[in-house]
C-alpha cells in the first residue's frame, strides 16, 4: 500500500512538471511571438519612403554631390546627398537648385526630399562644412541649412529623418551667429547665439526636440547684458566646438541634496576627492584652468571643481545658477528640509552643514542663485 501510495505521488507530480513546463513553454513562444510581432511593426516603417519620390543612382551622387553624410538614425545607416543638377560653378562658389537625396546606407539609389523649395537657388561655398551639418538630439539625426545670412546672423532651416524620410523641423525662424557653429549638448540639445539688436547683448537659446512631432522646443533662454562676459563666452565658444553656455537641465530638490551630503556635487558624476587628473582625462573639454582663492580650479561649461594642490584630489566643486534657475528663499526652504541653514551677513549666500560637507546657494542682487556650491569642511 505504501508502495502504491509513493507511484500514485510520483505520477501525480510528473504530471504537474508536464504541465508546468508546457505552460513555461507556452508563455516563452507567446512572448516570442509578441517579440516577433514587435520588430515586423518596427520594419512595416521602411528605411526610405519610396513612393512619389523621384530617385537617382548613388554612384552618381557620390562623385557629384557637394555635400556628403553618412548618418544614423534610429535603427537605419544612411547616406545622405545634397546636389544639384547643372550647379553653376564661379571661383570657389556652387550656386544651383540644391535638394537632399536620402538612401539606405550602400543602396545604389538614392530618393529626393521635398524639404528645399524647388524654385530656391542656394549658394555654398566649398569646404565650408558649416553651411550644411548633421546635429545628433536624441536617437533622431538633423540638419542644419544655412539659407541667408547677414553680416552678423545666419538663418537657419532645420530638417530630419522621420519614418524613412526628410521633413522639415523648423522654416527659417531661427538664427544663429555667422562666426560660431550652432552647438551640439551631449547629444541631446542644441543651442544658437544671436546678438540682442546693435548692443553687446549676447542671447543663448537652447533647444530639444519633441519627438511625436519632431520639432524644435526652446528648453532655455538667457541674455547676457554684461560687456566682458559677454566677450568670455564669445571668444571661448569661438576657441572650441564643444564649449556652450550652462542652461536649466536641474531642479533643486531633496534628491540632489541627498547627494550632495555624500559628497556627490549636484550634477556631476564625479565625488569629492576624486583626483582632478582623473577627471581631465575622462572630459577633456575643459575652458579654463588656474587659481583662485579658493585655490586651483578647473572650469568646465556646467561646473568647476576646486583642488588640492598637493594631492590633486577635488575639494570643492560649484556649479552655475543658469542651471537651476531658481532663488535664493527657495533653495533656503529646500535646505531647511536637510537640517539648520544659516546666512552670511550681508544675507546673498545660505550655508547647509553636514557632517562632512557645506553646501552654499550663492545669490546675485535680484536674490537669483548664481552658484551653488559643496565643499569639505
Not at 540644391?98 to 523649395?117: C, G, H, I, P, R
Amino acid at each position: 500500500m505504501k508502495k502504491f501510495y509513493i507511484t500514485v505521488c510520483l505520477l501525480l507530480l510528473t504530471a504537474c512538471s508536464y504541465d508546468t513546463i508546457a505552460s513555461i513553454k507556452t508563455e516563452t513562444l507567446s512572448e516570442t511571438e509578441e517579440a516577433k510581432d514587435e520588430a515586423v511593426a518596427e520594419k512595416a516603417v521602411p528605411a526610405v519612403v519610396t513612393e512619389g519620390k523621384e530617385k537617382m543612382d548613388t554612384v552618381t551622387l557620390k562623385e557629384e554631390s557637394l555635400f556628403k553624410y553618412e548618418v544614423k538614425d534610429a535603427d537605419y545607416n544612411y547616406n545622405v546627398f545634397v546636389y544639384a543638377e547643372n550647379a553653376e560653378k564661379k571661383d570657389v562658389f556652387y550656386s544651383g537648385h540644391y535638394a537632399f537625396y536620402l538612401a539606405e546606407k550602400d543602396s545604389t539609389v538614392a530618393y529626393k526630399q521635398n524639404v528645399l523649395k524647388a524654385e530656391e537657388i542656394f549658394t555654398f561655398k566649398t569646404g565650408n562644412d558649416e553651411q550644411i551639418y548633421p546635429l545628433k538630439v536624441g536617437n533622431k539625426t538633423i540638419f542644419a541649412v544655412a539659407e541667408q545670412s547677414d553680416e552678423v546672423h545666419t538663418q537657419y532651416l532645420f530638417t530630419g529623418i522621420d519614418n524613412g524620410e526628410l521633413k522639415l523641423i523648423s522654416q527659417g525662424d531661427i538664427k544663429s551667429l555667422n562666426d560660431i557653429k550652432i552647438r551640439n549638448i551631449n547629444q541631446k540639445y542644441i543651442q544658437t547665439i544671436r546678438r540682442v539688436s546693435s548692443s553687446d547683448s549676447i542671447q543663448f537659446t537652447t533647444w530639444g526636440i519633441e519627438k511625436e512631432t519632431l520639432k524644435l522646443v526652446e528648453q532655455d533662454k538667457e541674455t547676457i547684458t554684461d560687456k566682458e562676459e559677454a566677450a568670455f563666452w564669445l571668444n571661448s565658444l569661438r576657441e572650441k566646438n564643444a564649449f556652450y553656455y550652462p542652461f536649466k537641465d536641474l531642479d533643486l530638490n531633496a534628491d540632489l541634496l541627498a547627494k550632495a551630503k555624500q559628497g556627490i556635487p549636484v550634477g556631476s558624476p564625479y565625488p569629492l576627492g576624486t583626483n582632478i587628473q582623473e577627471i581631465k582625462k575622462s572630459e577633456p573639454n575643459y575652458m579654463q584652468e588656474g587659481v583662485k582663492e579658493d585655490g586651483p580650479y578647473v572650469m568646465y561649461p556646467e561646473i568647476t571643481y576646486y583642488y588640492n594642490a598637493e594631492d590633486s584630489k577635488v575639494t570643492a566643486a560649484e556649479i552655475p545658477g543658469d542651471r537651476l534657475r531658481t532663488t535664493l528663499a527657495d533653495a533656503e526652504e529646500i535646505f531647511r528640509q536637510f537640517g539648520e541653514t544659516s546666512k552670511n551677513d550681508t544675507g546673498t549666500s545660505i550655508y547647509l552643514n553636514t557632517e562632512k560637507y557645506q553646501i552654499e546657494a550663492v545669490a546675485d542682487q535680484s536674490n537669483e542663485v548664481k552658484w551653488l556650491r559643496l565643499k569639505r569642511r
